[in-house]
């Protein structure tokens, strides 16, 4: 696609459920980036993916969140057991230099955590 | 291990007036340096970027930021305020060492009056 792509847009789900969010980078980029911003803060850094694997999972807060990116494409963020204070923005990034070059963003995925 | 501070987290000016967004950050190593730009309900832009060369860099919409070594400053200025500047703006390091991923600071709102 033309932009990197979130969904959903929107979640809304319950204490202690499983949600997974999706993340389509641009064609072509290798690098793809999970942020976590909370109303009022920057970006937090989550976790970093250079073709499939996972180069850097060292902003992941704790063993219920997890990411994969099995064919170096599209990415899910995956949040077992939610808590209120998982609600949040996710933003998904792409890079075709990392290191070096502009990371492109997503619209982000919404998360509220009831 | 690099960080951001941005002086102020909300900066209101008059349509016309000079806008100037202050970051300051911290690197063991040469910064490469990012100003991103979120508008309401919309993705994280890139305004501009310092990676090596000339200190002075123009971004889109009339922003330009100067690095100084000597300060640890990377400040964004626009000569002249415009009510579509209205939006949240990050200034953001790269850990280039580390895959790129960018460490942000807490954001400036930059509210424009009439």
């Known amino acids: 696609g033309a932009g990197v792509s979130q969904t959903p847009s929107n979640k809304v789900t319950e204490k202690g459920k499983y949600v997974e969010l999706r993340c389509d980078p641009i064609?072509?980029?290798?690098?793809l980036y999970w942020y976590r911003q909370s109303l009022g803060q920057g970006p937090e850094f989550l976790i970093y993916f250079q073709g499939t694997g996972a180069a850097d999972d060292s902003g992941l807060p704790n063993d219920r969140f997890f990411a994969v990116r099995p064919e170096g494409s599209v990415s899910t963020l995956k949040i077992q057991r939610t808590e209120r204070g998982d609600s949040a923005m996710y933003l998904c990034?792409?890079?075709?230099?990392?290191?070096?070059?502009?990371?492109?963003f997503g619209e982000g995925s919404r998360l509220t955590v009831l | 291990a690099q960080s951001v501070t941005q002086l102020g987290s909300h900066v209101s000016v008059s349509e016309g007036a000079l806008v100037l967004l202050r970051c300051n950050y911290s690197?063991?190593?040469?910064?490469?340096l990012f100003w991103y730009v979120q508008y309401p309900n919309q993705g994280l832009q890139l305004l501009l970027k310092?990676?090596?060369?000339?200190?002075l860099v123009k971004g889109i919409n009339g922003f330009e930021a100067e690095f100084k070594k000597s300060e640890t400053s990377f400040h964004l200025t626009k000569p002249s305020a415009h009510m579509s500047d209205a939006a949240e703006y990050f200034c953001a390091v790269s850990d280039y060492n580390q895959g790129g991923k960018l460490i942000f600071g807490q954001g400036t709102e930059l509210s424009v009056k009439p």
């Open positions: 064609s072509g980029h290798t690098a």
């Open positions: 310092y990676t090596t060369g000339a200190t």
């Open positions: 990034a792409s890079s075709l230099t990392p290191g070096a070059g502009e990371l492109f």
């Open positions: 690197s063991s190593v040469p910064p490469y």
